[in-house]
């Protein structure tokens, strides 16, 4: 495990933090922007859907790849290359107009996501205590979840404001800040160009069966929830008959309790996170679904959503924490890639399915059917944690994060 034997370095923390909230804000922004563009220029929803398929994709295809690259390769080089990369791409967006080539380049786009994910999820477990670690991980979180508040509200204002080149000009300046942010992080992984490499470390996820029942159970969840994200539309303002203006305070509701979690939840005891945390929670988000979709109001949603996203919040915590204890120092970019890559082929499959079950069915039907699906998805996993084993001791660890100013 690469927990530092020093004291944590906090000023590392929170340049990872503001990294994480300027990628995040970053792409969806130019997403966003994108998106508006081709639904106002008349393209149909295949295009949009396209770019958005795009946005996503490779982040679950490349997950093997991009792993094995975050846990060799020097993690300051990485996160340069790939700003850089993604800057160029984004600028070449500015002036793209068919959809076929803007959704290549957002394909682009997302390979870079695929590298600086893991590389920073991997980063934060070497920069502090094994104690600290899920307060780092709720800072971290947090940040993004800012980036992602802010993001479509700035596309849409920007680009009514000013048309799609400001925003995708602001989109390539935060990558840029990226390149900035990963010189000044000292924390480093992999091998700098002439040093010896770290050694190679196997991992097979489901070798680790905590890790493994995890992965499953927030994978089935992810993939309902996801699905909601296109039933809420049709239930909230068909059913519901909410205003647009109530459909985005119900939207936002649900990351500001995340946001809430985040910066709460990391404080917890490290003993409260286990397997059985992460099912309870896995329920008690999907049980505040269910309750959603009995109300005859749109805004006892917003309360609902709260709490709920606030039991999506400390999930997130507890997933990082758990992979970061568990798994080699050595190995924690492909863990990382892994189970996100798990998680982001869900959360495809459910808005896919989605489409057509929106079609065929009543909405609150499908909001109620999602969140039962998920409570049965993590109470099928309990028989699997009644001896949680403990983690694989792991090599490695303060000789793997080397402390390294800029040069």
């Given at each position: 495990?690469?927990?530092?034997?020093?004291?944590?370095?906090?000023?590392d923390v929170h340049l990872a933090a503001t990294g994480r909230a300027i990628s995040v804000c970053g792409?969806?922004?130019?997403?966003?922007?994108?998106?508006?563009?081709?639904?106002?220029?008349?393209?149909?929803?295949?295009?949009?859907?396209?770019?958005?398929?795009?946005?996503?994709?490779?982040?679950?295809?490349?997950?093997?790849?991009?792993?094995?690259?975050?846990?060799?390769?020097?993690?300051?080089?990485?996160?340069?290359?790939?700003?850089?990369?993604?800057?160029?791409?984004?600028?070449?967006?500015?002036?793209?107009?068919?959809?076929?080539?803007?959704?290549?380049?957002?394909?682009?786009?997302?390979?870079?996501?695929?590298?600086?994910?893991?590389?920073?999820?991997?980063?934060?477990?070497?920069?502090?205590?094994?104690?600290?670690?899920?307060?780092?991980?709720?800072?971290?979180?947090?940040?993004?979840?800012?980036?992602?508040?802010?993001?479509?509200?700035?596309?849409?204002?920007?680009?009514?404001?000013?048309?799609?080149?400001?925003?995708?000009?602001?989109?390539?300046?935060?990558?840029?800040?990226?390149?900035?942010?990963?010189?000044?992080?000292?924390?480093?992984?992999?091998?700098?160009?002439?040093?010896?490499?770290?050694?190679?470390?196997?991992?097979?996820?489901?070798?680790?069966?905590?890790?493994?029942?995890?992965?499953?159970?927030?994978?089935?969840?992810?993939?309902?929830?996801?699905?909601?994200?296109?039933?809420?539309?049709?239930?909230?303002?068909?059913?519901?008959?909410?205003?647009?203006?109530?459909?985005?305070?119900?939207?936002?509701?649900?990351?500001?309790?995340?946001?809430?979690?985040?910066?709460?939840?990391?404080?917890?005891?490290?003993?409260?996170?286990?397997?059985?945390?992460?099912?309870?929670?896995?329920?008690?988000?999907?049980?505040?679904?269910?309750?959603?979709?009995?109300?005859?109001?749109?805004?006892?949603?917003?309360?609902?959503?709260?709490?709920?996203?606030?039991?999506?919040?400390?999930?997130?915590i507890c997933t990082t924490v758990l992979i970061a204890s568990r798994v080699p120092s050595a190995a924690?970019?492909?863990?990382?890639?892994?189970?996100?890559?798990?998680?982001?082929?869900?959360?495809?499959?459910?808005?896919?399915?989605?489409?057509?079950?929106?079609?065929?069915?009543?909405?609150?039907?499908?909001?109620?059917?999602?969140?039962?699906?998920?409570?049965?998805?993590?109470?099928?996993?309990?028989?699997?944690?009644?001896?949680?084993?403990?983690?694989?001791?792991?090599?490695?660890?303060?000789?793997?994060?080397?402390?390294?100013?800029?040069?």
């Amino acid at each position: 495990m690469s927990f530092t034997s020093a004291e944590s370095r906090w000023a590392d923390v929170h340049l990872a933090a503001t990294g994480r909230a300027i990628s995040v804000c970053g792409d969806l922004l130019a997403a966003t922007t994108l998106a508006l563009v081709l639904q106002d220029s008349g393209h149909g929803g295949l295009a949009v859907s396209g770019l958005l398929l795009a946005a996503s994709l490779p982040i679950a295809l490349l997950a093997p790849l991009t792993g094995r690259l975050v846990d060799r390769a020097d993690s300051r080089t990485l996160l340069v290359c790939a700003g850089l990369a993604q800057a160029a791409l984004c600028a070449a967006l500015i002036f793209t107009t068919q959809p076929v080539l803007i959704i290549a380049l957002v394909a682009l786009l997302a390979c870079g996501v695929a590298v600086t994910q893991p590389t920073f999820a991997a980063l934060v477990p070497g920069m502090v205590r094994e104690a600290d670690l899920a307060r780092a991980s709720g800072l971290v979180q947090t940040a993004g979840q800012i980036g992602m508040l802010a993001a479509p509200a700035l596309a849409g204002i920007l680009l009514g404001q000013a048309g799609p080149k400001l925003p995708l000009t602001l989109a390539a300046a935060s990558y840029l800040a990226l390149v900035g942010i990963g010189l000044l992080i000292r924390t480093r992984r992999g091998a700098p160009t002439g040093a010896t490499k770290p050694p190679a470390v196997s991992f097979r996820l489901r070798d680790d069966r905590v890790l493994t029942v995890m992965t499953v159970a927030v994978a089935a969840v992810v993939g309902g929830v996801s699905a909601i994200n296109v039933f809420e539309v049709f239930f909230i303002r068909d059913t519901l008959g909410a205003s647009t203006s109530v459909y985005g305070f119900v939207m936002a509701s649900w990351t500001v309790g995340m946001l809430s979690a985040s910066l709460t939840f990391g404080r917890a005891p490290r003993r409260w996170i286990t397997l059985p945390t992460v099912l309870a929670l896995l329920g008690f988000t999907c049980a505040m679904v269910c309750a959603g979709a009995t109300v005859s109001s749109a805004g006892w949603l917003i309360p609902l959503w709260i709490v709920g996203g606030a039991a999506n919040g400390a999930l997130n915590i507890c997933t990082t924490v758990l992979i970061a204890s568990r798994v080699p120092s050595a190995a924690h970019g492909r863990a990382f890639a892994v189970t996100t890559a798990a998680v982001q082929g869900a959360g495809l499959t459910g808005l896919l399915v989605a489409g057509p079950l929106a079609e065929a069915f009543e909405p609150r039907i499908l909001v109620a059917a999602a969140g039962a699906a998920g409570i049965l998805a993590a109470l099928a996993c309990l028989p699997m944690v009644r001896s949680e084993p403990p983690a694989t001791p792991a090599t490695g660890g303060r000789s793997e994060i080397r402390d390294n100013v800029a040069a």
